[in-house]
């Protein structure tokens, strides 16, 4: 290399020391993420948390107002909508009234209330599934599978109201898309620096393939936990101070445990891959913070006269919840049992007749019954369900 090329080269690579260079770009770029994360850092409104959102509550809004219109529709379309006249709807109007009197009475809750605007609006959804939703624009969904399955205690539904309306205070659905922006740009990082390694084919298919798997293992399900415990604790004390009696919050979750047990869908199974907290876990956090609900109501509530006990109520709708259970599993079990009598006795026939072929065909069957059966039986030994 003569002078001449040598100090082209020199200035391709960025002058006599290439790595000041480098360095004052690590140390730029490094800058700039620094002011852009302090400029995107901000405080949840009650628990005081410090987060990281890129998502503001304009986008956010806009979004929900276009989901908000695409569900609406849907639920419209299959006639699914419960008027607004009717007295369910009416009860689940005034629930979810009292929580966001209650929230707007919550100096803590001023900014963010002002900020956010939520249109609040109520639908109720008739459908079987225990379900309800508040969509970020503070849209709120109730099916009337939930509201038959809490019972006639309104306690039990504002506690359930309270925390998907803690959702949409506490902006939980930008935090959420600002995490998966971060995990896939990184990955992205990730994926390209393998690639540049190893450009193989089949690294990137496979970590194409895991990525959602890993996204949800690594940062998903753990932050969602995180969000669902906030939501219960915040969605307690909004309903404390709507003064709703609040021993109402953990009895949900138990009912729901034990419905999520005798469904045979137990999350305790699922412990590290469930997006919520398991309900034994919901259980024992909300008990603890009963004292202090208690005494949010003592200082808010003009009477806690009219806070009744909700148990006899709300056990009385699990008991018939869970004997209708039993008597559904006991009728697939005697079903179950005289198919197999009726195919055992074809089998016994086409033995006789020395029918290869239908005889196997039967014992695929008796497999395929007695495996159903097995699963019913199982699902019958679930705590809670009456053995009789
Ligand atoms: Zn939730």
Redesign the pocket.
């Known amino acids: 290399m003569d002078e001449h090329q040598k100090a082209k080269f020199v200035r391709r690579i960025g002058g006599r020391r290439p790595y000041q260079r480098v360095g004052k770009i690590a140390a730029g770029s490094t800058a700039v993420a620094g002011v852009y994360y302090v400029a995107h850092l901000e405080q949840t409104p009650i628990t005081k948390r410090y987060r990281f959102c890129t998502v503001s509550a304009d986008e956010s809004k806009k979004k929900a107002a276009a989901a908000y219109k695409r569900i609406l529709e849907e639920f419209q379309d299959e006639d699914k909508v419960v008027s607004e006249h009717s007295a369910t709807h009416k009860r689940v109007m005034a629930i979810a009234t009292r929580l966001i009197k209650a929230a707007e009475h919550e100096p803590a809750l001023e900014r963010t209330l002002s900020n956010l605007q939520l249109d609040w609006v109520v639908h109720v959804i008739q459908s079987s599934k225990v379900n309800a939703f508040v969509l970020p624009g503070g849209q709120i969904f109730v099916y009337t599978g939930l509201i038959d399955f809490i019972g006639k205690e309104d306690d039990g539904l504002a506690m359930v109201l309270g925390?998907?309306m803690t959702?949409a205070l506490l902006r939980h659905g930008a935090e959420q898309a600002t995490l998966k922006t971060i995990f896939y740009s990184v990955e992205t990082l990730i994926l390209g620096a393998i690639w540049f390694m190893i450009p193989s084919d089949i690294i990137a298919y496979l970590l194409h393939k895991t990525e959602t798997y890993l996204f949800q293992a690594v940062t998903e399900l753990p932050y969602s936990r995180k969000l669902?415990t906030e939501?219960d604790a915040v969605g307690l004390q909004i309903a404390s101070w709507a003064c709703y009696n609040p021993e109402a919050a953990p009895l949900v979750w138990e009912m729901m445990d034990n419905y999520a047990k005798a469904m045979g869908t137990d999350s305790s199974n699922l412990r590290y891959f469930s997006t919520h907290p398991t309900h034994e876990t919901r259980v024992e956090d909300l008990t603890k913070q009963l004292d202090h609900a208690w005494e949010e109501i003592s200082w808010r509530c003009p009477t806690t006269k009219f806070i009744k006990d909700v148990r006899p109520a709300m056990e009385a709708a699990q008991k018939q919840r869970m004997e209708g259970i039993a008597s559904q599993y006991r009728a697939q079990v005697a079903e179950l049992e005289d198919n197999i009598h009726k195919v055992e006795i074809n089998k016994k026939r086409a033995k006789q007749q020395q029918n290869e072929e239908k005889v196997q065909s039967y014992e695929q069957k008796l497999r395929k019954y007695r495996q159903r059966l097995k699963t019913i039986k199982e699902k019958q030994q679930a705590p809670g369900l009456p053995t009789q």
């Open positions: 925390h998907e959702h669902e939501a």
